[in-house]
């Protein structure tokens, strides 16, 4: 399973911002889609699913919507999926999540659209007035991909109820859970098996035992030989690792 993540915007478009009378730092929207979609790539390296960004990932540069969806057509992705933050209450209170889909969108958009639209808001409790929150939008990102694609509001920037809750870390991490909490239901994805460090060990043992087993490579047997004639080396196990202790007393051995 492979997925993009666009988060939507960069620092610099103009207007994409908090409303200053109620958040004076007047935060990017970028920041906000941008913490969002880290933390859910984080989240899913725990299972089996890739994920790709589309946006440029320290927010500096701009990346058109042709340049994103082509990348994620290009990398032949099973779902695009845009994370934004909405505006259009200006000042006013009410507001939540919104999940697009676009007009006449396949199934799978649809499934994905709804468990999103649930997970996140069961998950950070932002539950909105909007009259639906699951619409379809004639939005560039939905249209132009050729996979299912869903893109998310996840809450007003302009809303005295939305925006004090979508500006804490706390609300983006809740909201990143939901999303892939309805990824993993939707594609049934699996935790990937993660090696202890325990196991680690058992490996590397296994390893060096199978190494110590080999003989010697051709160029090096009849040095070997001589070396052992010598008494500089046992040439025993000769394709494992010499530590540095070992090491000095072979020079020693040689220099005697
Ligand atoms: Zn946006």
């Known amino acids: 399973m492979r997925i993009c993540i666009d988060a939507g915007h960069y620092l610099g478009t103009p207007g994409k911002r908090c409303l200053k009378s109620i958040d004076p730092q007047e935060t990017r929207e970028w920041v906000l889609n941008g913490?969002?979609?880290?933390?859910?790539?984080?989240?899913?390296?725990?299972?089996?699913?890739?994920?790709?960004?589309?946006?440029?990932?320290?927010?500096?540069?701009?990346?058109?919507?042709?340049?994103?969806?082509?990348?994620?057509?290009?990398?032949?992705?099973?779902?695009?999926?845009?994370?934004?933050?909405?505006?259009?209450i200006r000042g006013g209170s009410g507001g939540g999540i919104v999940v697009y889909v676009c007009p006449g969108a396949d199934r799978q958009s649809k499934t994905v659209q709804q468990a999103?639209?649930?997970?996140?808001?069961?998950?950070?409790?932002?539950k909105g007035n909007r009259a639906n929150p699951t619409p379809e939008g004639n939005l560039y990102v939905l249209n132009a991909s050729a996979m299912p694609a869903v893109l998310g509001e996840f809450g007003f920037m302009d809303s005295t109820t939305d925006t004090?809750?979508?500006?804490?870390?706390?609300?983006?991490?809740?909201l990143a859970q939901g999303i892939v909490e309805a990824l993993v239901e939707v594609y049934g994805l699996k935790e990937v098996d993660t090696v202890t460090y325990e196991q680690w060990k058992g490996f590397m043992e296994r390893y060096q035992q199978e190494q110590s087993q080999l003989p010697?490579?051709?160029?090096?047997?009849?040095?070997?030989?001589?070396?052992?004639?010598?008494?500089?080396?046992?040439?025993?196990?000769?394709?494992?690792?010499?530590?540095?202790?070992?090491?000095?007393?072979?020079?020693?051995a040689a220099i005697k």
């Open 35 to 88: 913490r969002v979609a880290d933390r859910v790539q984080a989240l899913l390296q725990a299972y089996d699913c890739e994920t790709i960004r589309v946006d440029d990932v320290t927010g500096k540069e701009e990346v058109t919507l042709y340049e994103r969806v082509r990348k994620a057509n290009k990398a032949g992705v099973e779902l695009y999926l845009s994370i934004h933050h909405n505006a259009g």
């Open 216 to 252: 010697p490579s051709d160029w090096a047997a009849e040095g070997l030989v001589q070396a052992k004639a010598r008494g500089i080396t046992d040439a025993s196990r000769p394709q494992s690792g010499a530590t540095r202790q070992e090491v000095a007393l072979m020079i020693n």
């Open 164 to 174: 004090p809750i979508i500006l804490t870390q706390a609300y983006a991490d809740q």
């Open 116 to 126: 999103i639209y649930q997970h996140t808001v069961t998950k950070t409790g932002l």
